[in-house]
């Protein structure tokens, strides 16, 4: 019997380079996390800097002090300087962005081309504030300076209670917008051995329930409602006004979200369960 093998439309490639990465995919990649976890220490060590020269400076200048004092001082140095190279790397971290080649496009192909490098480097980039500062300025003018340092599109009086973002540079939030507790939003989606990048925008004014996941090629219009834990599939266009829900995500009628609020148990019912336990 003859095997099939069944590979993923890609465009044809672009220069030698790009067919090097298509003919020796595992070799690119390792070359291309080699490269990235060298960028990424380097942007940890300049981070870093600003702490290190405050806490030689603390310890010089508490050289002839106490035991105890000596202890406080350099602890609190410590304490403060997560702080300082978090809120450096805000910084470093888009600045690297800029220099290295991280203009991701949309595209439709195999894993193993030249167009998913920039789109790896980028999250790579993104992933390394995300892990770990991140969730200490969500919801916070600190976040938001961020993610638009980083690419995204945010409009003014957006709230974003979210770390879990994947493609900021291709992500778009409109004016008072919305996004609960534990949103993932992520511009791509892969599957069949080809990966998919392709924008996200959400309109002005619309809200995304807490855990809901939204995925890449997906339209929110304006004032639009996303349940909490929906999933909007990819290429789902979610017109203005309209509250979709469920696992796929789909509109949901203000009768069938009437009914749905029938089946709530009332704080009157709960609080008369309890007297019956």
Not at 33 to 46: E, G, M, P
Not at 86 to 107: E, K, Q
Not at 150 to 173: A, F, W
Request: aromatic share 10%; charged share 15%; glycine share 10%.
């Amino acid at each position: 019997m003859t095997n099939l093998v069944f590979e993923a439309p890609s465009p044809p490639a672009v220069n030698r380079l790009d067919r090097w990465i298509r003919r020796f995919g595992m070799a690119a990649h390792v070359a291309v996390v080699l490269f990235l976890y060298a960028a990424t220490a380097t942007a940890i060590a300049a981070a870093l800097a600003p702490s290190v020269a405050l806490l030689f400076i603390v310890v010089g200048a508490t050289a002839r002090a106490s035991l105890a004092a000596r202890v406080a001082a350099i602890s609190l140095t410590a304490g403060a300087g997560f702080f300082i190279s978090g809120l450096t790397l805000l910084v470093v971290v888009p600045i690297y962005n800029a220099l290295l080649p991280t203009r991701v496009r949309p595209f439709r192909g195999g894993y193993f081309t030249l167009a998913a490098v920039p789109w790896y480097l980028h999250n790579g980039l993104f992933y390394l504030v995300r892990y770990t500062f991140l969730p200490f300025i969500t919801f916070t003018p600190f976040g938001t300076f961020f993610l638009r340092a980083m690419g995204m599109k945010v409009g003014q009086r957006v709230h974003i209670n979210t770390e879990y973002i994947s493609d900021p540079c291709l992500i778009s939030l409109g004016d008072d917008c919305v996004l609960g507790g534990s949103v993932r939003i992520f511009a791509h989606y892969a599957g069949g051995g080809h990966l998919n990048i392709a924008p996200v925008t959400i309109g002005a004014r619309a809200t995304i329930g807490v855990n809901a996941t939204i995925m890449g090629n997906v339209i929110i219009g304006p004032r639009a409602v996303i349940l909490p834990h929906s999933v909007v599939l990819p290429g789902s266009r979610v017109g203005a006004g309209e509250r979709w829900g469920g696992v796929p995500a789909r509109p949901i009628s203000d009768r069938e979200m009437a009914g749905l609020r029938r089946h709530i148990v009332s704080p009157r019912k709960d609080e008369d369960a309890m007297r019956k336990m």
